[in-house]
């Protein structure tokens, strides 16, 4: 802030640490800015194995590996994908078998939609990938928003652009509903489907959005398109989030299927304090003919 933070909010001390005696949200509301900061593991696993790989291919740097590559899909599309960040459990096997992932784009779908909630949307998922014929939509506008998604609603920034492009709502006011949606307020919810369907003006009778049902949508299939909206957004997952974990997840599933050693050398240093994890990336190894050998006196 511009100030001493404690000019602004009452602060403590935590295990050594500063904190604020306000939450996130009253930290918000009073003009603070809130940023969440994630370590990942898997980040460093990424570098030691690059490391490793370095020794005899100088040249190696995983910021360039193709993320195309047909041999690293196909591991991950025969659910072998222990060891792979975010894609270890047997849901999200299973889910990879269904569905044969191609591409960065589908293993960002695949994380956005397994989890409580999107996860009645993969059956049909999967169907209308492998079934394009079938992909349906109540007005032609949503195809532009939903096509990636074969027809469904996944992610949070799509609804996003569905009441801009279908209500011609500002980037800031449909970022504002989007987390309405998300939070449950009803209150926000019950006004913002008015503005939706029929359009806002200011006191001077200047147009702040046209609403759907003046951009050209009937009136009952502009009502359906916000309550399904209304009823996922609150599961609705952030793109720009699941992208970067996928990118994540594609290097991992990368480097074990062209460097497993170096690989699962640098996974199971991590792993050390682990004894489940390590027996099971014991067995892969095994499993992929890699000797992993006991501790040496010398």
């Known amino acids: 802030s511009d100030k001493p933070i404690a000019e602004y909010v ?10 604020t ?15 969440d900061f994630l370590g990942l593991r ?15 291919s100088p040249d190696f740097d995983i910021e360039k590996v193709p993320l195309d590559d047909k041999q690293t899909y196909t591991m991950m599309g025969k659910g072998l994908t222990d060891g792979v960040f975010q894609f270890e459990s047997d849901g999200m096997k299973n889910v990879l078998r269904q569905f044969g992932p191609e591409s960065i784009e589908d293993l ?16 049909k998922y999967i169907h ?11 007005t032609p506008a949503l195809k532009e928003i939903l096509d990636v998604t074969y027809g469904c609603i996944v992610y949070q920034e799509q609804v996003m652009q569905v009441f801009r492009t279908l209500a011609g709502y500002s980037f ?45 949508v009937e009136k009952e299939t502009a009502e359906k398109i916000f309550e399904d909206m ?3 957004s609150s599961y609705a997952f952030n793109k720009a989030h699941a992208a970067a974990y996928s990118f994540v997840a594609y290097r991992t599933a990368y480097l ?37 050998l006991p501790p040496h006196v010398n």
């Open 230 to 232: 209304s009823s996922f």
């Open 256 to 292: 074990k299927c062209h460097y497993p050693a170096e690989y699962f050398s640098a996974l199971m240093t991590s792993m050390m304090d682990s004894a489940s994890k390590l027996a099971l990336y014991n067995a892969e190894c095994k499993r992929i003919g890699i000797r992993v």
């Open 21 to 35: 005696q306000y939450t996130m949200t009253g930290l918000e509301e009073l003009g603070l800015l809130k940023m």
């Open 42 to 56: 898997n980040l460093t696993v990424i570098d030691e194995a690059q490391k490793y790989i370095r020794k005899y």
């Open 128 to 138: 209308n990938r492998h079934n394009p014929q079938d992909i349906s939509y109540s």
């Open 10 to 19: 009452p602060l403590a001390v935590n295990d050594d640490a500063v904190v």
């Open 172 to 216: 800031g006011r449909a970022d504002i509903v989007r987390r309405a949606m998300a939070k449950k307020k009803h209150e926000v919810m019950r006004r913002e489907k008015e503005f939706f369907l029929y359009g806002e003006r200011d006191e001077k009778g200047n147009v702040i959005c046209d609403g759907a049902i003046a951009r050209g």
């Open 108 to 123: 960002t779908a695949i994380l956005s939609l397994y989890r409580p909630g999107p996860m009645d949307s993969i059956p």
